[in-house]
Each structure stands twice: as C-alpha cells, then as structure tokens.
C-alpha cells in the first residue's frame, strides 16, 4: 500500500527537522502505526528495489531494521567523503608548514654560512681557524 511509503517519507522528514540524527526509521515504528505487517514488508521491500530506501540490520534484534531514505544516505555520505577530504588538506597544510619554516632556517644558515658568519653566533670560522693556528 501507499500508506507504508507514505508513513517512511514523513518519518524521514521528521527526523531530518530534528538534523543531529541520521533521519531513519525502525521498520517496528511503521508495524506499530500501520495495522497490515504484510503490506508494510511488501512496500518496504518493493521501495528497496526501487532504490529508493536503503535498509540497515541492526545487531540488537533478530527482525530490527533501520530505514534510510536512499536520497539522504547518499547526502550522509557525500559529507562524510567531503569533510575527510577537508581533513586531509588542513593535515597536509600542517605538515607542509613546519617544513617550509625548516626549509628556511636551513637556508639562512646556508647563506650566513657563505658569507662567513657561524649560526652559533660565535664569529666567523675564518677567525676560528685563524685562533686556533696561532
């Protein structure tokens, strides 16, 4: 019947109002509000074939399964993929930060050390080798 699809889609869109779950639906939930069981696995089946839901088992009972609107299930994964995706570059920006900063310091010693100066702040090597000779 169109009463089992109607009753998923007006779960759904309450749980989506509600937005910090999942909007999903126990399929108990459609037994306990319509009178038919039969009908109500018949729809629920022919609306998975249709790919329009997605059906999740859950471990803490036999016949317990979870509703998710295939439209919504898509959207959970799409912010998933792209929040991990935003995660990775703000990793990978951390991680090019410190080298370029060494990358840096390295280049700077490089150049005082060119010009004769010592990054230790103790003078020229010139002067150190020239102390040590006399």
Do not use: C, W
């Amino acid at each position: 019947s169109k009463a089992a699809a109607a009753a998923v889609v007006a779960a759904a869109a309450a749980a989506t109002a509600a937005r910090r779950l999942p909007p999903i639906v126990l399929k108990t939930q459609l037994y306990t509000v319509l009178s038919d069981r039969t009908a109500v696995d018949l729809d629920v089946e022919e609306l998975r074939r249709q790919g329009r839901i997605r059906l999740f088992k859950l471990a803490i009972g036999a016949d317990e399964y979870v509703i998710l609107l295939t439209s919504d299930y898509l959207t959970i994964i799409r912010n998933m993929i792209a929040t991990h995706t935003q995660l990775q570059q703000q990793q990978q920006q951390s991680e090019v930060a410190p080298t370029a900063v060494a990358n840096r310091n390295h280049q700077h010693q490089q150049q005082q050390q060119q010009n004769g100066h010592s990054s230790d702040g103790g003078g020229s090597k010139k002067h150190l080798d020239i102390a040590t000779t006399l």
